[in-house]
Structures are given as structure tokens and as C-alpha cells.
């Protein structure tokens, strides 16, 4: 139904002091401060949960069978009494905040839900739902999870999805949102993001590789998360190599990187790394694509050989459509239509799409904290600098001959390390000279420029996407459409560029931070 979600801003599972779990192995305690929108009237609560309790529940909960089928598995809620509210449509979230409170001795929960009403001019409300806590999260209470979420029982929340009369169209515009969660907890840490999550509930919307601005000086995390079909997936932090071939950092850094070869692109601890086999393209000198990637990912081994075959530690393995594959490693591959989405259980995940002429990558980061090298590292999670192997860094724009010579030769990948050996080989090579929208022939550039521009494409990827059109082809222009600015653009600045056609130019040299 139109606008029914659930805010939820929810505790990690815990250990319980409630005393009907005292006799029940493994039973855990469970917190959910929640706005309920059923589209037409919405409620304010706190749901106690008993997981794992695997009995009868005690007198006032209700029970729950986690697993369909199964009545052994039994967790048991109860809800305190609701305040109801007048229907809160999904447009008006940017006003919405969710509160959860734990505090007192002995222990009182509130639930407060302020929000802008309609009116004009709005006015500020605060509802507010106070009870005695019956699982006391106290100290254990570790972990926040806030989100919008389906309307219960295990559904998802879809945000716009694409249209098929009209898909990609310019005037249809994918759900984009701002997610801020703050703690109140006496100290000035910043908290960690890491992605998972508690509920059964879930939406349709993916972490888009462009950081919100801090708001505030309290410890918070913020989180971009929209149905975008550019830069998204899921983790803290995204990443993506995309086109011929641009890098973009989880720290916001775009730059452009046109060697050949074996590269190791993002490696986080020794459980997770992401290796890209780029070659030339036919018709360009000095440019170069994607042609396969490799994945190593809680022990298990990955690869997709030219976009499209897919060879998991080292066996060719058919899979369909719309289907999935569970590795006994915990890692899961899916495939929908050309795309390949490998995650694992901490979180971290790489989406690998064939286009045939390339192949895109995106990688999400688990854990916003973690230190992430290769091509696509975050030193310092600084956007206006890169790392080679050795330590050394390097601020951006890098020299071409450093770029390549010195801190892309450190991420090259020896053969005995390659994930990519199943895949047909390549050429190791660097570029003789830099390649940019600039040194293109002014008419088939100008045309390129005007695509770019009429789907949506931000100044600071407008030289990346009409280099990208001309190359590889008009479908090229969809991951760029209404992609939010890189933080710094790292490319040195380009040769002059006359202006012509309709609307912005290209923009000459490093896009500054914000």
C-alpha cells in the first residue's frame, strides 16, 4: 500500500536480565523504538522482543515463528500501548526524527517521534510513549540500527521503482535520502558504521558513493541511500571503477586510470580483495577497460572472465537469472540479467556488470573504519590523496609519470597472486600519454557532451561520461544520470575545450574538496 513503512531505530540482540529468559538457553533480548504508517493513520511504539525462547511464551507476549514451518523456533513481543497520529506520507521525511530512550533506575523506555506538519506555516509536533522496560538492554545496548523499513512482517518498503514505460527517463526521479543516526551517550566518539542490520523488515534502497555533509558536532553516523541505478550498493562505503576507466575512492575521489593488466584494486585485511584485468579498446589509444574481475572473499574465490562467465574457486559454474548461490564460506553470489552481486557476512559486497565492451565494478565496505588499499584506497579516508603499495602517498592531481610508473606499478598483481588465471590474458602496459574528453574531435565530443547533459550528468563527471559515450557507446550516459559530484575530481587539468552546444562545459583540472 502507498506510504506503509515502519521507522524503526532499533537495539542489537542482547543478553537479557528479563527474568523469563533466565530458563531458556540462548534466548536473547531484542528493542525496537517504531513509527508505524499504515497509509492512512500512524502509530508510535516500543515492541520488547524475546528471541530464541523457543517455548510457550509467558503470559502478555505474543509469539513469533521465525522460520516458516518450523514451530520449535519460537521468539515471543509484546508491545506497549500506542499513540496514534495522523498519516505521514514518505515525502515529508526529510522533517521526521525517531527517538529511543533508556535510562532510569528501575528502567523507563520512551519512544518520541517529532515531526513538521503539513500546515501553513508547519508547526513542530512531538508525540511521545513512555513504559517500564521488560528486557533491559542497559550496558548491552551496543549497536543502533535506523532506517525506513516495510510495513511488518518480514516486507520491504519499495521506493520508486523503475519505471518500464519510461526507465532511466530524466524526468523520473529515483528516491534519494539523507539517514543521520546519532548517539547520546556522555562521550564525543564517533561511532563505526558497519553494514547490517536486525530487522526482518528491509527496503529497496542501496549506500550511493556520495557522503552527506556533517550536520551537528554530536557523535553520529550519516549515510546516503538511494534506488539510483549509478554508483550504489550496499556497504558503509562504496566504491566503483567504472567506464574506460574512471576510479572512484570510498573516500569520494575520482580520477581517471588507463593502464593495462592485472590490478589490485581494494583489499581490506587479509579476508577481502577485489582485482581487475584491464586491456585496451579497440579503436582508442591510450584508453582501457575492465575485461574481467576476481574476487577473494572469506576464502572463497570469485571471478567473472569478460563479464560474463563465472568461475568460482576455479570451476566454471552456470547460474541463471534471478538466481542465487550460497558458498559454504557464508559468501553468496547473485546474478540479475548481466550483473554479478557477491557478498559476504561481515557485509562487504562487489557487483560486477557486463556490458560486453566493459565491465563495471562497484565495491561496498562493510565497515566505514577500515582501511582500504589498492587503486581504489581511502589513506587517511583522505579524497584528495593516494597510497602506493610501499606507503608512499601521493596528493592529487598525481604527475603522469607517478601515477602509472610509480604508484600504479606497485598495485600490479604477479601472476601466482592473480585471481583472474581462469580469464583470457592481457598485455601489461602502461598509457604513452594522458587520454581525456579534451583530446577528442570536437563533433563527435560536442554530441557526447549534449547526451550527458540531458540525462542529468553532475559538472564534476561530465569529462568521464562524454568520454565514456564516445568510447563505449550511448548506454554508457545511464550510471552517470543524477550521480551525485565526486568530493575531488584527481585528474590534472586538461587542454582548453571550446565551448559550444547546450548546457555546461566540461570543467578544466581538480574539482576542490567540499
Known amino acids: 500500500m502507498r506510504n506503509a513503512y515502519t521507522l524503526q531505530l532499533n537495539t542489537n540482540y542482547f543478553p537479557t536480565t528479563a527474568e523469563s529468559c533466565q530458563t531458556h538457553p540462548g534466548c536473547q533480548g531484542w528493542q525496537q523504538f517504531v513509527l508505524a504508517n499504515d497509509g492512512a493513520q500512524a502509530y508510535v511504539y516500543i515492541q520488547y522482543w524475546l528471541r530464541n525462547y523457543n517455548a510457550e511464551c509467558p503470559d502478555g507476549w505474543d509469539e513469533h515463528y521465525p522460520f516458516p514451518g518450523d514451530v520449535t523456533a519460537i521468539s515471543c513481543y509484546q508491545n506497549t500501548a500506542a499513540v496514534p497520529a495522523a498519516n505521514m506520507p514518505i515525502t515529508a521525511m526529510e522533517t521526521f526524527e525517531l527517538i529511543g530512550i533508556e535510562n532510569g533506575n528501575p528502567i523507563l523506555d520512551s519512544a518520541m517521534f517529532r515531526y513538521d506538519t503539513q500546515g501553513t506555516p508547519p508547526e513542530t509536533k512531538l508525540l511521545r510513549v513512555t513504559a517500564g522496560s521488560t528486557v533491559n538492554p542497559g550496558q548491552e545496548w551496543r549497536q543502533a540500527e535506523f532506517n525506513v523499513f516495510g510495513y511488518g512482517n518480514g516486507s520491504d518498503a519499495i521506493f520508486n521503482p523503475d519505471n518500464p514505460d519510461n526507465p532511466g527517463h530524466a524526468d523520473y526521479h529515483d528516491a534519494d535520502m539523507h539517514v543521520r543516526t546519532q548517539i547520546n551517550y556522555g562521550g564525543l566518539s564517533k561511532p563505526r558504521c558497519v553494514n547490517g542490520g536486525f530487522s526482518d523488515e528491509a527496503n529497496n534502497l542501496n549506500f550511493v558513493a556520495s557522503k552527506p555533509a556533517a550536520t551537528g558536532t554530536a557523535p553520529a553516523i550519516l549515510v546516503h541511500q538511494g534506488s539510483t541505478g549509478g554508483i550504489a550498493l550496499n556497504g558503509c562505503d562504496v566504491a566503483a571503477i567504472i567506464g574506460d576507466t574512471h576510479q572512484y575512492t570510498s573516500a569520494g575521489l575520482a580520477y581517471d586510470f588507463q593502464a593495462t593488466g592485472d590490478f589490485i584494486e581494494a583489499q581490506v585485511g587479509t579476508m577481502f580483495e577485489v582485482q581487475t584485468r584491464k586491456a585496451n579498446t579497440p579503436s582508442w589509444a591510450n584508453a ?28 566454471t559454474t552456470g547460474l541463471a537469472s ?84 610509480v604508484f600504479g606499478n606497485s598495485w600490479r598483481v604477479s601472476p601466482s597472486a592473480s585471481l583472474l588465471q581462469p580469464c583470457t590474458t592481457v598485455a601489461a602496459a602502461n598509457p604513452s600519454s594522458p587520454f581525456y574528453a579534451g583530446h577528442l574531435p570536437s563533433q563527435i565530443r560536442q554530441r557526447a557532451q549534449d ?6 550528468t553532475a559538472q564534476g563527471w561530465l569529462d568521464a ?40 562545459c566540461p570543467r578544466n583540472g581538480p574539482v576542490q574538496p567540499r
Open 465 to 504: 561520461c562524454v568520454l565514456d559515450v564516445v568510447v563505449l557507446g550511448d548506454h554508457a550516459v545511464g550510471v552517470y544520470t543524477d550521480q551525485p559530484e565526486p568530493a575531488v575530481l584527481g585528474n590534472p587539468p586538461q587542454p582548453p575545450i571550446p565551448c559550444s552546444g547546450s548546457g555546461p
Open 451 to 456: 547526451l550527458c547533459n540531458a540525462r542529468g
Open 322 to 405: 534471478g538466481a542465487s548461490l550460497r558458498l559454504p564460506t557464508g559468501v553468496n553470489i547473485e546474478r540479475v540479467d548481466n550483473s554479478y552481486t557477491v557478498s559476504d557476512p561481515s557485509g562487504n559486497g562487489v557487483r560486477i556488470t557486463g556490458y560486453g565492451s566493459h565491465t563495471d565494478v562497484k565495491v561496498g565496505i562493510a565497515d566505514r573504519s577500515a582501511a582500504v588499499r589498492g587503486l581504489l584506497g581511502n589513506p587517511d579516508n583522505d579524497p584528495t590523496r593516494l597510497e602506493a603499495k610501499d606507503g608512499r602517498q601521493f596528493t592529487v592531481p598525481v604527475p603522469f609519470n607517478l601515477l602509472y610508473g
Open 288 to 315: 582501457s577497460v575492465n575485461r574481467s574481475v576476481g574476487v577473494r572473499m572469506s576464502g572463497s574465490r570469485v571471478t567473472v572472465c569478460d563479464g560474463s562467465r563465472l568461475v568460482v574457486n576455479g570451476t
